[in-house]
């Protein structure tokens, strides 16, 4: 599959998500929101939070291996080592260098079915051409909702779409359209299928608000409501993947790590100029603080410690690499995490 790793715009301290059905997809596709082992929020009470715990907590989602293949493992897994997660769909300023533009916007506009491949795309010169695709191929429901992640994909992969109405940009042989998520039409707002199940209580067509699209004879498609905000490509998380996967991530200064000394998480594969960053600013869950993590250029690599033999500490940050709920499994999150007050 194609890597489609570039550095998107900084993203702001916002939580988008796409009401509660988009929400639970994002949580189900990208596990972002979940960033610590169950059995450490019961430390915490209903009255407030503790003065001060350690960030270094040892037996779960922060113990790492720096592997002699310039790979990270998870102790809880040896066999899944940080990789890149999928890249999603979001809206970006018009004249942002991530805004989509796509192939065939002319038919589209006309009510042909079209696949959604990109013809602009600072990807295409290392990954070929790159269009917007299915994270998971079957639909998923949430109460009377149905939904599908979007993600980038290769163009043999790209989804079938037509305008449907000339506002909804619809599955084809599929019963979901393009949705913003949470309605909430801002830059960086996640983009996805969705699709209910009752045209009265749950309809899939409705207007006024994060479903409505203009097709832009420049190739580009924005937000009706605010055809400032057009498709785009966001920052792809870092998560767990099985070793030797063709996504998984080399890092350049693994000696430097291992002699506990701090180093820029910069990446030799699977494409060098890239590195490990921060998505955006500090947000916090109930007590816990926490930065989510996004795949960068190398110029805005963090850099890291590897302290007492275990943890991936964030330099000058009492923040620790965390995976999420402590769960060892393909494709869950590992972003930075704070316990310390």
Same mark, same amino acid.
């Given at each position: 599959?194609?890597?489609?790793?570039?550095?998107?715009?900084?993203?702001?301290?916002?939580?988008?998500?796409?009401?509660?059905?988009?929400?639970?997809?994002?949580?189900?596709?990208?596990?972002?929101?979940?960033?610590?082992?169950?059995?450490?929020?019961?430390?915490?009470?209903?009255?407030?939070?503790?003065?001060?715990?350690?960030?270094?907590?040892?037996?779960?989602?922060?113990?790492?291996?720096?592997?002699?293949?310039?790979?990270?493992?998870?102790?809880?897994?040896?066999?899944?080592?940080?990789?890149?997660?999928?890249?999603?769909?979001?809206?970006?300023? &018009?004249?942002?260098?991530?805004?989509? +533009?796509?192939?065939?916007?002319?038919? %589209?506009? #006309?009510? =042909?079915? !079209?696949?959604? *491949?990109?013809?602009?795309?600072?990807?295409?010169?290392?990954?070929?051409?790159?269009?917007?695709?299915?994270?998971?191929?079957?639909?998923?429901?949430?109460?009377?909702?149905?939904?599908?992640?979007?993600?980038?994909?290769?163009?043999? &992969?790209?989804?079938?779409?037509?305008? +449907?109405?000339?506002?909804?940009?619809? %599955?084809? #042989?599929? =019963?979901? !359209?393009?949705? *913003?998520?949470?309605?909430?039409?801002?830059?960086?707002?996640?983009?996805?299928?969705?699709?209910?199940?009752?045209?009265?209580?749950?309809?899939?067509?409705?207007?006024?608000?994060?479903?409505?699209?203009?097709?832009?004879?420049?190739?580009?498609?924005?937000?009706?409501?605010?055809?400032?905000?057009?498709?785009?490509?966001?920052?792809?998380?870092?998560?767990?993947?099985?070793?030797?996967?063709?996504?998984?991530?080399?890092?350049?200064?693994?000696?430097?790590?291992?002699?506990?000394?701090?180093?820029?998480?910069?990446?030799?594969?699977?494409?060098?100029?890239?590195?490990?960053?921060?998505?955006?600013?500090?947000?916090?869950?109930?007590?816990?603080?926490?930065?989510?993590?996004?795949?960068?250029?190398?110029?805005?690599?963090?850099?890291?410690?590897?302290?007492?033999?275990?943890?991936?500490?964030?330099?000058?940050?009492?923040?620790?690499?965390?995976?999420?709920?402590?769960?060892?499994?393909?494709?869950?999150?590992?972003?930075?995490?704070?316990?310390?007050?």
């Amino acid at each position: 599959d194609s890597l489609a790793l570039k550095d998107p715009e900084e993203v702001p301290n916002k939580k988008s998500g796409m009401g509660l059905l988009i929400f639970l997809s994002a949580a189900l596709a990208f596990a972002v929101t979940g960033i610590w082992a169950q059995d450490l929020k019961g430390m915490f009470t209903s009255s407030g939070c503790p003065p001060s715990m350690p960030s270094k907590i040892s037996g779960g989602g922060r113990d790492w291996i720096l592997n002699d293949d310039g790979t990270i493992s998870t102790k809880l897994d040896p066999n899944l080592v940080l990789g890149a997660g999928p890249v999603p769909m979001i809206l970006v300023p &018009k004249d942002s260098p991530m805004a989509f +533009v796509f192939e065939d916007s002319q038919s %589209l506009m #006309d009510g =042909e079915a !079209v696949p959604l *491949v990109l013809s602009s795309s600072k990807n295409m010169e290392a990954d070929g051409k790159l269009g917007v695709g299915k994270l998971f191929d079957d639909e998923m429901e949430w109460g009377g909702w149905e939904f599908i992640t979007s993600t980038v994909v290769p163009s043999e &992969k790209a989804v079938l779409v037509e305008l +449907v109405d000339n506002n909804f940009l619809k %599955l084809v #042989d599929e =019963e979901l !359209v393009l949705d *913003v998520s949470n309605w909430n039409i801002a830059p960086f707002s996640t983009v996805n299928f969705v699709g209910g199940t009752d045209p009265v209580a749950y309809p899939t067509y409705a207007a006024g608000g994060g479903r409505d699209w203009v097709v832009n004879e420049d190739g580009t498609i924005a937000a009706r409501n605010d055809p400032n905000l057009v498709l785009g490509r966001g920052m792809a998380p870092m998560v767990l993947l099985p070793k030797g996967s063709p996504r998984q991530l080399v890092f350049e200064n693994m000696d430097l790590l291992a002699a506990g000394k701090t180093a820029p998480l910069t990446l030799s594969s699977p494409r060098e100029g890239m590195g490990v960053g921060k998505k955006g600013q500090v947000k916090m869950y109930e007590c816990i603080p926490y930065i989510e993590s996004g795949l960068r250029a190398s110029e805005h690599a963090i850099s890291v410690r590897f302290e007492d033999g275990n943890f991936l500490m964030l330099d000058g940050m009492d923040f620790a690499f965390d995976v999420s709920f402590w769960k060892p499994v393909e494709g869950n999150t590992v972003n930075f995490v704070s316990t310390s007050g």
